[in-house]
């Protein structure tokens, strides 16, 4: 496969806080383009870190990430977060409390962008919400409102950050759907992260495990079963089959 298929290329990406340890190390990946990518691991496995370089909100010590021939950063270049063609949602959404969900949508748009806000709104399935307050709104509606504003500033990638972890249970399977739904109606490509191994499963089209900065596997969503020799995946695959087993289990015969 040529590099023209894949939206984000990333080679050896080394990120330490402190010059001791690395909260990232050596990370290599290519995304395809249209295709959402689910990165799991624990607190402190360096996901967070992750979606902040590739955002630009944090230097590498080294390494390098490019989208289609730009070079988004290496040792002598680092383009500031609003120089890259990358949407970045917070786990805690960052909704403007002051500001009406339309005028949240259009913060830091050029004036006369009207059009392209009721294109979004559409989009999130939010017409008819856009004169209310974020104080107004469900969190899965505040989540919309969110992704819209990232979404509208016509990004080639989507980066999420826990996306579904402040969700109701029984919302959470709805806006995992909701936002495959938008990703893929929209064309675009998509980096998420999560601790929760059914967000990956339920929407990813492949799926990284990362522990301490490192990949320990990577994997298609339709190989994930396939043998697994590294404890803490294996720990994850156990747990979804007790799970699984639960639920089933728990239906009538």
């Known amino acids: 496969m040529g590099t023209d298929n894949y939206i984000l290329q990333i080679e ?9 340890i690395f909260a990232l190390k050596d990370f290599s990946y290519r ?18 870190t992750l979606l902040k370089l ?24 680092h383009l500031s977060p609003q120089k890259r063609p990358v949407g970045l949602v917070f786990q805690d959404f960052a909704l403007f409390p002051h500001l009406r969900v339309k005028e949240n949508i259009a913060f830091g748009l050029a004036p006369g962008s009207h059009s392209k806000i009721e294109q979004m709104l559409k989009a999130v399935r939010l017409e008819g919400y856009e004169d209310r307050f974020p104080s107004e709104l469900s969190g899965g509606q505040e989540q919309r409102v969110a992704i819209a504003r990232s979404l509208v500033r016509e990004p ?16 959470k399977s709805e806006l995992r759907h909701e936002i495959k739904r ?21 929407i990813a089209d492949e ?28 720990e994850n695959m156990e747990e979804l089959k007790r799970s699984a087993e639960t639920i089933l289990s728990m239906i009538p015969k």
Do not use: W
């Open 156 to 171: 080639d990638l989507l980066l999420l950050d826990e996306p579904f972890s402040n969700l109701d249970t029984n919302l």
């Open 31 to 48: 995304l395809e383009s249209g295709k959402i990518c689910a990165v799991v691991g624990e607190s402190g496995s360096g996901k967070s």
């Open 12 to 20: 050896e990406l080394s990120k330490s806080y402190d010059k001791k």
């Open 207 to 234: 799926i990284i495990f990362l522990k301490e900065g490192k990949i320990v596997r990577q994997s298609p969503i339709a190989d994930i079963f396939k043998a697994v020799k590294d404890k803490y995946v294996q």
């Open 54 to 77: 590739i955002a630009g909100l944090e230097r590498s010590d080294y390494g390098q990430i490019n989208m289609g021939n730009q070079i988004l950063c290496n040792d002598q270049i």
């Open 182 to 202: 938008l990703i893929k109606d929209l064309g675009l490509s998509m980096i998420f992260i999560t601790h929760d191994i059914y967000d990956a499963m339920d």
